[in-house]
Nanobody, 122 residues
Framework: EVQLVESGGGLVQPGGSLRLSCAASGFTFITYVMTWVRQAPGKGLEWVSDIDSGGGITNYADSVKGRFTISRDNAKNTLYLQLNSLKPEDTAVYYC???????????????WGKGTLVTVSS
């Protein structure tokens, strides 16, 4: 059974930082692209970032480029997202999902965790 457990969210002031984690199990983690997606309150899903299976290729949405860093530890079956210089508009539930390919759209992601809430507010 595929399981994805996101953690690390919380309340942070603008300009602050958080590190999100996604613990994966039930599939061969090392063979999949991993993706972060977020959903702001009252809005649709937004692709945030992805990383190839080896960790050498990363992509970011323009809205987070230069502030967020995606990484993975294949030995621990864990995906990370370092969030720096946070803005109120980063407030969202953040989800991780495996996919077979790198892409900036939301297709092809069949498994999701429950997400972790990031709230950026003073």
């Amino acid at each position: 059974e595929v399981q994805l457990v996101e953690s690390g969210g919380g309340l942070v002031q603008p300009g602050g930082s958080l590190r999100l984690s996604c613990a994966a199990s039930g599939f061969t983690f090392i063979t999949y692209v991993m993706t972060w997606v977020r959903q702001a309150p009252g809005k649709g899903l937004e692709w945030v970032s992805d990383i190839d299976s080896g960790g050498g290729i990363t992509n970011y949405a323009d809205s987070v480029k230069g502030r967020f860093t995606i990484s993975r530890d294949n030995a621990k079956n864990t995906l990370y997202l370092q969030l720096n210089s946070l803005k109120p508009e980063d407030t969202a539930v953040y989800y991780c999902a495996p996919r077979l390919y790198l892409a900036r759209h939301l297709d092809g992601m069949d498994y999701w965790g429950k997400g972790t809430l990031v709230t950026v507010s003073s």
